[in-house]
């Protein structure tokens, strides 16, 4: 089968710079995805990794070790309105997405 | 243009009650894809059409669960004889085959 773990809370400055990691277990291995969530919206497309190593889009750099079954998301100067959930997710084989649980970042002032 | 929509945007039900759910995906998407989201969990994978074809549908959860997609577009899940535990959002995301998948905004269903 396939897992994912994540920690299910963070709390960061608003400012400050946040990491949420991701380790997971899978055969077929494709690549990492992260979604965003808001209370009460869709998840909304963030990064993609099929490859090792880091991709950067404005804020929010993606990151993935495939030899260490790990990856993180990392949040450069938090705004309020990065507080969501966010989700890692595992695109293995012919196999949709399979999801973590999600990290809740809660951004405080 | 317009994103993925989904109707209705809230269902309240019976217990054994059934219901659909509809799913509007994006032009031109081929997959579209059901998952399941209770409170505090991630979507889970219920079933994904590429085209008109259930490409796989490992996780509904029971029979009381059906999709079809008839003409590779609209899609509707169907579930019957509905349970308590069948409450959650209902997601539908829709894609171009091997990119990335776009939400619509769900469906929340209370069964009482």
């Known amino acids: 089968g396939q897992s994912l773990e994540q920690p299910s809370e963070v709390t960061a400055v608003e400012g400050a710079i946040v990491q949420i990691n991701c380790t997971y277990q899978?055969?077929?291995?494709?690549?990492l995805s992260w979604y965003q969530q808001h209370d009460g919206g869709a998840p909304t497309f963030l990064s993609y990794?099929?490859?090792?190593g880091l991709e950067e889009t404005g804020r929010f750099s993606s990151f993935l070790s495939r030899s260490d079954s790990y990856g993180y998301l990392l949040l450069q100067e938090l705004q309020m309105k990065d507080s969501a959930s966010y989700f890692c997710?595992?695109?293995?084989?012919?196999?949709?997405?399979?999801f973590g649980k999600g990290t809740r970042l809660s951004v405080i002032a | 243009g317009a994103g993925v929509s989904q109707t209705p945007s809230n269902k309240v039900t019976e217990k054994g009650k059934y219901v659909e759910l509809r799913c509007d995906p994006i032009?031109?998407?081929?997959?579209l894809y059901w998952y399941r989201q209770s409170l505090g969990q991630g979507p889970e994978f219920l079933i994904y059409?590429?085209?008109?074809?259930?490409?796989?549908d490992s996780g509904l959860p029971n029979d009381r669960f059906f999709a079809v997609r008839p003409e590779g577009s609209v899609s509707t899940l169907k579930i019957q004889r509905t349970e308590r535990g069948d409450s959650a959002v209902y997601l539908c995301?829709?894609?171009?085959?091997?990119?990335?998948?776009?939400f619509g905004p769900g469906t929340r269903l209370t069964v009482l």
């Open positions: 059409f590429q085209g008109t074809g259930a490409a796989d």
């Open positions: 899978t055969s077929g291995f494709y690549g």
């Open positions: 995301a829709s894609s171009r085959p091997g990119n990335e998948q776009f």
């Open positions: 990794n099929g490859l090792d």
């Open positions: 032009s031109g998407h081929t997959a």
């Open positions: 997710a595992v695109l293995s084989g012919n196999t949709p997405l399979v």
